[in-house]
C-alpha cells in the first residue's frame, strides 16, 4: 500500500516542460491523496524557500526535497550534502559561459544554470573536479560527490520509518532516475525523457501535470492494484 508519494516539480507538476506555471488541477488531485491518508512530497533541484513555500501553499505534509537531494525537510531542515565552494561555482559559470540561476543565492550544495545543455566539456571538468552534474531540462547542476536525488529522497523515507515498496515516485527527467532508484512504485508522465521511461514500472498516458492528475485518479479509483 502506498503511503509517501514523492513528485518532481518542474515538468512534473507544470502545465508542460519548459514552463513553468503549475497545473493546478495536478494539485487539487494529489490534494484529495492527501485529505485521503496518503502524503505528498515533493522532490525538486529547486532551492530549499522555493519548494518550502510550494510545500505550504500547496497543503502537502510529506516533507521535500530541494537541491537535488542535498537538503532535506520533514519537520527539520537536514543538510545532506558536502556545501559547494563558491570559487567552483565562480570557475564554472565563468568557463562556460552560462548564466546563473536567480536561485543561486539561496542555494548551499547544488547550483544551476541557463541555458540546460551539458557538454562534454563540461562533464570532463565536473569530473576532475569531483562534482556530479545533471540537467533537468530547466537548468545544468552541479554538486559536489556524492549528489542527485537518491540521497534526499533515502533520508526522507528513512525519517517517515517507511520501506521502499510503500513510497511511489513520479517525475518526467534524467534528474528523476536516482529518485527511482529508492522508491517501490515508479511512474513517468507521457512525455519523460526515454531513459526514464526504462526505469519506470508505469508510463502515463498523459502529460506532465495532467499525468500527474491521471495518477492520483488511478489511486482514488482503486485501479493502480487492478
Not at 512534473?12 to 490534494?31: E, Q, S
Not at 527539520?76 to 563558491?86: A, E, F, I, S
Not at 526504462?198 to 489511486?219: C, D, P, Q, R, Y
Request: charged share 30%; glycine share 8%.
Amino acid at each position: 500500500m502506498i503511503k509517501l508519494i514523492l513528485t518532481d516539480l518542474d515538468g512534473t507538476l507544470t502545465l508542460d516542460k519548459g514552463t513553468f506555471k503549475v497545473n493546478l488541477d495536478a494539485i487539487d488531485a494529489l490534494r484529495r491523496l492527501e485529505d485521503n491518508g496518503i502524503k505528498i512530497a515533493i522532490v525538486s533541484g529547486n532551492s530549499y524557500p522555493v519548494i518550502r513555500g510550494l510545500t505550504t501553499y500547496f497543503g502537502f505534509s510529506g516533507g521535500f526535497v530541494a537541491e537535488n537531494g542535498c537538503v532535506v525537510h520533514y519537520r527539520q531542515k537536514l543538510t545532506v550534502c558536502k556545501k559547494m565552494d563558491k570559487n567552483l561555482v565562480k570557475e564554472f559559470k565563468e568557463k562556460f559561459n552560462v548564466k546563473d540561476s536567480w536561485q543561486n543565492e539561496y542555494r548551499e550544495c547544488d547550483f544551476g544554470f541557463s541555458p540546460p545543455n551539458i557538454t562534454d566539456e563540461m562533464k570532463k571538468w565536473a569530473e576532475e573536479k569531483g562534482l556530479y552534474i545533471n540537467s533537468s531540462g530547466y537548468a545544468v547542476h552541479i554538486a559536489l560527490k556524492p549528489a542527485g536525488k537518491s540521497l534526499g529522497v533515502r533520508k526522507l523515507i528513512e525519517l517517515h520509518n517507511l520501506n521502499k515498496e510503500e513510497v511511489a515516485a513520479i517525475g518526467d527527467s534524467l534528474t528523476d532516475i536516482d529518485m527511482f532508484n529508492e522508491v517501490g512504485l515508479k511512474v513517468a508522465v507521457s512525455n519523460s525523457d526515454d531513459k526514464l521511461k526504462e526505469k519506470a514500472n508505469l508510463i502515463l498516458n498523459l502529460k506532465s501535470g495532467e499525468g500527474v492528475k491521471e495518477f492520483a485518479t488511478m489511486i482514488m479509483e482503486g485501479k493502480l492494484w487492478n
